[in-house]
């Protein structure tokens, strides 16, 4: 089988291995030759560590400056008992998260004012970079755009962060528990939880992240992370939950025990 490919094949690789990660990516040169053929397998190699390795590609790099994530959490609560054997709490339960890993924060953008220019930066103009970027590479011939120009690194497709803690989360609760202890062959548990979960990285609420260095979720503008801060992918508002133990009437050492939780 022939894989005919003009925009270019993807590969992620990790070797060397994290934080030294790259996209390589090969495209056909005319449009009409293949790239490669599927049946033989991809032939994309990686690019050695020069100092212009990935040059024309998308490249991945840390921060070394950003530290460990952390979590503060603080809650109060008031316990009312109703009778000797039956108590009701209402608390409030907040925690912050700060640092969390942010996946795919590209750094290689237009700015929005730039954007705002429109169909201008479609505009093929020479390549000033034409001889050095490979050839194979989507930005390595002898024009390429004017928006490609103006990016920051204009030598390179994107430029992300590759796990970058950069995101912040923020978590807000009421909740409200009524518990009669065992007497009189009963005991119950109703507790209800209303809660709101705020934050700028949902990708790290997506376990298919984990797959490879690419989010699901990318980070919408690399100039104003407030404009990803919203209600979290990770967000359940509305948790209630349900148990009692009853002793059958038949005698000592029998009982029921359902449990319910409903979201």
Avoid: C
């Avoid at 033989?40 to 024309?56: E, F, I, K, R, Y």
């Avoid at 109703?82 to 925690?95: D, H, K, Q, R, W």
């Avoid at 390549?127 to 989507?138: L, M, T, V």
């Amino acid at each position: 089988m022939t894989f005919f490919d003009q925009a270019g094949i993807t590969t992620p690789f990790t070797n060397p291995q994290f934080p030294f990660v790259q996209t390589v990516t090969q495209a056909t040169l005319n449009n009409v030759t293949p790239a490669f053929v599927l049946s033989n397998g991809p032939n994309v190699q990686p690019v050695t560590l020069t100092p212009d390795a990935g040059l024309g590609q998308g490249v991945f790099t840390v921060d070394r400056n950003l530290g460990s994530g952390y979590i503060q959490q603080w809650n109060f609560a008031i316990q009312r008992e109703i009778t000797p054997n039956l108590t009701f709490e209402v608390a409030y339960v907040g925690s912050k998260a700060t640092h969390l890993g942010d996946p795919d924060a590209n750094i290689n953008q237009l700015t929005p004012e730039q954007l705002a220019t429109g169909a201008s930066l479609l505009t093929k103009v020479p390549n000033p970079y034409f001889g050095q970027i490979p050839a194979s590479s989507s930005i390595g011939q002898a024009t390429t755009t004017q928006a490609q120009l103006l990016k920051p690194f204009p030598r390179f497709t994107n430029v992300t962060f590759f796990r970058n803690n950069i995101g912040n989360s923020n978590y807000n609760a009421v909740q409200a528990k009524l518990e009669k202890r065992f007497s009189r062959g009963l005991s119950f548990l109703v507790s209800y939880t209303r809660s709101k979960l705020i934050d700028d990285a949902s990708s790290v609420f997506d376990s298919s992240v984990f797959t490879g260095p690419v989010a699901n979720y990318p980070v919408a503008n690399g100039f104003n992370r407030g404009l990803d801060r919203d209600v979290s992918n990770g967000d359940i508002p509305n948790v209630t939950a349900v148990s009692w133990v009853y002793e059958l009437p038949v005698g000592p050492g029998h009982s029921l025990n359902p449990k319910g939780i409903a979201g």
